[in-house]
């Protein structure tokens, strides 16, 4: 049993209470490797934002949980050698699936742990969720539950369709559960393609997809039912639409990408949603970088000279939604 205050991590509590009070976002990034790990922590540091660190089950069986998991034992250190004296660390499970999978991540070191019982039927989505926070809270982990179906696939997360959160439940969801945070479905979605062509209209002069809008009505009745609840929202990368031409430009083949529009999240990050889950740009980030380095450069063959640039790219994109669309600078 290892507790994550022995690795210099922190749990979601006091810096989500800012983040509501602050009218800002914590980015949420997913990482597998050691380059995105370096660019999440190279970024935090020099923008001064807390960050969550997140784990999804493909990473923990791509990576190995034990390496994740040192991995960020490694960032704090990394952080404070950057010259963060005071890093805000979470590292979170993301899309826990059982009591079980959330135990053992609690037990090796996670200060925050999401159970999405999304997909079962209410009263059993309240007694898992119940369970996990019982034995979270116990050992000062934080928990994220779910309500409300999102659409999209990413990792082992798969929906065909979404269907929004009730505001009506979400009082008693989480006065019974006892959470302290809660994903909610308001039309964001998995993935890097959020929705199909027909789901969206076209901008008459680029010819570009125009996805539809996210239902701010929705997350204001969540917000009159529950003031000042730390709300998150998933799927939320806006999928860069540069980053894309550069993939396709180099021989990738990713037509009609669409993500969430970036002044969406802004408004969203200034309401009660204090995490916003970002996954599909660092991928389309690293991607971008190494086609592009490639195409340019046939006889590389060492794994540095194309990750150098890839790291690059994903900390550019790191910085930017910190500064630019969560607003959770300067907040060390
Ligand atoms: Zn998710």
Same mark, same amino acid.
């Given at each position: 049993m290892v507790s994550y205050k022995e690795l210099g991590l922190v749990n979601t509590k006091e810096m989500f209470a800012k983040a509501v009070k602050g009218g800002y976002? *914590? !980015?949420?990034? &997913?990482? &597998?490797?050691m380059e995105q790990m370096q660019a999440i922590v190279q970024a935090a540091v020099?923008?001064?934002? !807390? %960050? *969550?660190?997140?784990?999804?089950?493909?990473?923990r069986k791509y990576a190995n949980p034990t390496i /994740?998991?040192?991995?960020?034992?490694?960032?704090?250190?990394?952080?404070k050698e950057l010259g963060? =004296? &005071?890093?805000? *660390? %979470? /590292?979170? /499970?993301?899309? #826990?699936d059982s009591f079980e999978t959330c135990k053992s991540c609690i037990d090796s070191g996670f200060s925050s742990v999401m159970i999405d #019982?999304?997909?079962l039927p209410y009263e059993e989505n309240i007694a898992l969720t119940k369970k996990v926070v019982e034995y979270a809270h116990a050992h000062d982990v934080t928990v994220e539950a779910e309500l409300g179906v999102l659409a999209g696939v990413e990792d082992e997360v798969c929906a065909a369709e979404s269907h929004y959160t009730k505001p009506e439940e979400v009082i008693d969801f989480a006065t019974r559960t006892g959470c302290d945070s809660l994903a909610i479905s308001i039309g964001t979605s998995h993935g890097a393609y959020k929705f199909t062509p027909e789901q969206c209209t076209r901008d008459p002069q680029t010819g570009k997809l125009v996805p539809p809008p996210l239902a701010f009505d929705v997350l204001a009745a969540i917000e009159e039912k529950l003031p000042g609840f730390p709300i998150v929202l998933h799927g939320s990368s806006s999928v860069p639409q540069d980053e894309v031409d550069t993939i396709n430009k180099y021989g990738g083949k990713l037509p009609d990408a669409v993500g969430i529009p970036e002044e969406q999240?802004?408004?969203? =990050?200034?309401? =009660?949603v204090c995490k916003i889950n970002i996954d599909s740009d660092s991928r389309l980030a690293m991607t971008a970088a190494i086609r592009k380095h490639f195409a340019e450069n046939p006889g590389h063959f060492d794994p540095r000279q194309y990750l150098t640039p890839a790291r690059e790219n994903m900390k550019k994109m790191y910085i930017h939604k910190i500064m630019n669309v969560l607003g959770s600078n300067d907040k060390l």
């Amino acid at each position: 049993m290892v507790s994550y205050k022995e690795l210099g991590l922190v749990n979601t509590k006091e810096m989500f209470a800012k983040a509501v009070k602050g009218g800002y976002a *914590i !980015p949420a990034f &997913n990482f &597998n490797t050691m380059e995105q790990m370096q660019a999440i922590v190279q970024a935090a540091v020099e923008t001064k934002s !807390p %960050v *969550i660190m997140q784990v999804s089950k493909g990473a923990r069986k791509y990576a190995n949980p034990t390496i /994740l998991r040192y991995m960020a034992q490694g960032a704090v250190e990394y952080a404070k050698e950057l010259g963060c =004296a &005071n890093p805000q *660390i %979470v /590292l979170h /499970l993301d899309h #826990g699936d059982s009591f079980e999978t959330c135990k053992s991540c609690i037990d090796s070191g996670f200060s925050s742990v999401m159970i999405d #019982g999304s997909s079962l039927p209410y009263e059993e989505n309240i007694a898992l969720t119940k369970k996990v926070v019982e034995y979270a809270h116990a050992h000062d982990v934080t928990v994220e539950a779910e309500l409300g179906v999102l659409a999209g696939v990413e990792d082992e997360v798969c929906a065909a369709e979404s269907h929004y959160t009730k505001p009506e439940e979400v009082i008693d969801f989480a006065t019974r559960t006892g959470c302290d945070s809660l994903a909610i479905s308001i039309g964001t979605s998995h993935g890097a393609y959020k929705f199909t062509p027909e789901q969206c209209t076209r901008d008459p002069q680029t010819g570009k997809l125009v996805p539809p809008p996210l239902a701010f009505d929705v997350l204001a009745a969540i917000e009159e039912k529950l003031p000042g609840f730390p709300i998150v929202l998933h799927g939320s990368s806006s999928v860069p639409q540069d980053e894309v031409d550069t993939i396709n430009k180099y021989g990738g083949k990713l037509p009609d990408a669409v993500g969430i529009p970036e002044e969406q999240l802004r408004k969203a =990050a200034a309401s =009660a949603v204090c995490k916003i889950n970002i996954d599909s740009d660092s991928r389309l980030a690293m991607t971008a970088a190494i086609r592009k380095h490639f195409a340019e450069n046939p006889g590389h063959f060492d794994p540095r000279q194309y990750l150098t640039p890839a790291r690059e790219n994903m900390k550019k994109m790191y910085i930017h939604k910190i500064m630019n669309v969560l607003g959770s600078n300067d907040k060390l």
